[in-house]
Structures are given as structure tokens and as C-alpha cells.
């Protein structure tokens, strides 16, 4: 099912490395193997399908690793590291990773991890337009107080040209929105239509669209939190 994918791993452990390579080998990828950040970004004139990182990393910050790894067009980011604060998972997702596994971990999981990461990148590689359900009858562009969404492209515009181009996960979550203006929407509700590990990329991502539609991301007024239920856009949406 790997189809020979290329997994690069950057981790300091030999031994946490020799374990996740072999196993990962066993079931048909190919890895190549970095000890430093620094060597990984030397070797991405090879691009890899997903890059495994190390947050405790000898040479730089793991999560500057990150942030630069996920700048790249198409490449899952994936974190393995003995660091399991809430503050390092939320940061690492909020930089993009697409799924945070902390130490000690089964090997086998993380293998069945990686091909879930693989899968959105196959999934978010296919046309935009076959990807996202429009909204009112086949309409794809979204007009709600000073923004509008064009579903197809995944960009938002203010009305004043400024623009923003949402990720496949803001965008579908954005959408869920936009579809149920004034109603609350539950985490579960969302959740069913996220293809994610984690119930934390909910927040992370709701985080992310808020700062882009938000004068006070602090203090939301589009995107209303309702404690102990869910989240509702507050605003009526216009579809074209």
C-alpha cells in the first residue's frame, strides 16, 4: 500500500531510529535516516512524502524544524518526541504538523499513523472543487459580513482586497460553518468531518481561522464559543 513512499526520520536515538526504520521498512517504505535537522534540510532536493521529526534535536529547535518542513508544497509532518506538554502539541499543530506521537509510543501506531498522514496528502492533492461540498444549491462562494469564501479556491477575501488562502483543514471546517450559520455545532459534529488523530486540531484550527476573520481573535465575533457545547458562526451567510 506504501508504494515505496519516502519517509525521512531525524532523530538523535539510534536506537528509537533503528526501531522506527525497520518497522516502517517492514511495511514497505523507505527511509532515510538524520541525526541533525540540519542534514535533513541538506537532503530535501529529494522531496519525502512525510518527514518524521524529533523535537530534542542536537543543532536546532525541533519545532523550527517544523515550521520550515511544513512551508513545503505536499510533505506530511509528523512529530515523535519525548516532549508530551500540551504547550509543545498545540504549538506543534498550530505550525502545521499533521499528527503529534509522543514517547514511549508502538511502533506499529505510528506506521498506521504515517499512512493516515498520507492519505490527506493523497485526499488534498486531488482538484479543489471535487473535494468541498458547496453550500445552497451547488453555489461555492460564501458572502458573510465583510469576507467572502470561494469554497473552490480556499480563499477568503475581505472587502477591502485583503486576501487569505486557507489550509484543507480550515477550509472544511470553515465551511461546516458556513453551512449552519447561527446554529451551534457540536465537537463531535465537527470532528466527523476531520480527518485528523487529534480532538486538539479542532481548537488549533479554529485558533487559525479566527486570526485570519477576526479583528480580536482574543475576543471573537464572528465565530462565537458556546461553553460546553460547540462553536457557531454568528452571522448570516449569503451563497453565490
Known amino acids: 500500500m506504501s508504494a515505496q513512499e519516502l519517509i525521512y526520520l531525524?532523530?538523535?536515538?539510534?536506537?528509537?531510529?533503528?526501531?522506527?526504520?525497520?518497522?516502517?521498512?517492514?511495511?514497505?517504505?523507505?527511509v532515510r535516516y538524520f541525526r541533525t535537522g540540519a542534514q535533513l534540510l541538506a537532503a530535501l532536493n529529494q522531496m519525502p512524502r512525510v518527514c518524521i521529526v524529533d523535537l530534542g534535536l542536537p543543532d536546532?529547535?525541533?519545532?523550527?524544524?517544523?515550521?520550515?518542513?511544513?512551508?513545503?508544497?505536499?510533505?506530511?509532518?509528523?512529530?515523535?518526541?519525548?516532549?508530551?506538554?500540551l504547550p509543545d502539541r498545540v504549538l506543534g499543530l498550530e505550525l502545521g504538523a499533521d499528527d503529534y506521537i509522543s514517547k514511549p509510543f508502538d511502533p506499529r501506531e505510528l506506521v498506521a499513523r504515517v499512512s493516515s498522514?498520507?492519505?490527506?496528502?493523497?485526499?488534498?492533492?486531488?482538484?479543489?472543487?471535487?473535494?468541498?461540498?458547496?453550500?445552497?444549491?451547488g453555489r461555492s462562494i460564501a458572502r458573510f459580513e465583510h469576507w467572502c469564501f470561494d469554497s473552490a479556491t480556499l480563499t477568503l477575501t475581505r472587502d477591502s482586497g485583503e486576501e487569505a488562502v486557507l489550509s484543507a483543514g480550515e477550509a472544511e471546517l470553515l465551511l461546516q460553518l458556513l453551512q449552519s450559520p447561527k446554529q451551534i455545532l457540536s465537537r463531535d459534529q465537527l470532528l466527523r468531518q476531520q480527518d485528523d488523530a487529534f480532538d486538539r486540531s479542532i481548537d488549533v484550527r479554529m485558533s487559525r481561522i479566527r486570526k485570519k476573520l477576526e479583528e480580536n481573535p482574543k475576543s471573537p465575533r464572528l465565530i462565537k464559543t458556546v461553553y460546553g457545547m460547540g462553536y457557531m458562526l454568528a452571522t448570516d451567510v449569503r451563497w453565490e
Not at 15 to 24: G, T, Y
Not at 70 to 82: D, E, K, R, W, Y
Not at 117 to 137: A, F, H, M
Open 117 to 137: 498522514v498520507i492519505r490527506r496528502l493523497d485526499k488534498n492533492s486531488q482538484p479543489k472543487s471535487t473535494i468541498y461540498s458547496p453550500g445552497e444549491k
Open 60 to 85: 536546532m529547535d525541533g519545532l523550527e524544524l517544523v515550521r520550515q518542513l511544513t512551508a513545503q508544497a505536499n510533505i506530511g509532518v509528523m512529530i515523535l518526541s519525548g516532549r508530551d506538554s
Open 10 to 30: 531525524v532523530e538523535d536515538d539510534a536506537d528509537i531510529a533503528r526501531l522506527v526504520s525497520l518497522e516502517l521498512e517492514r511495511y514497505g517504505y523507505r
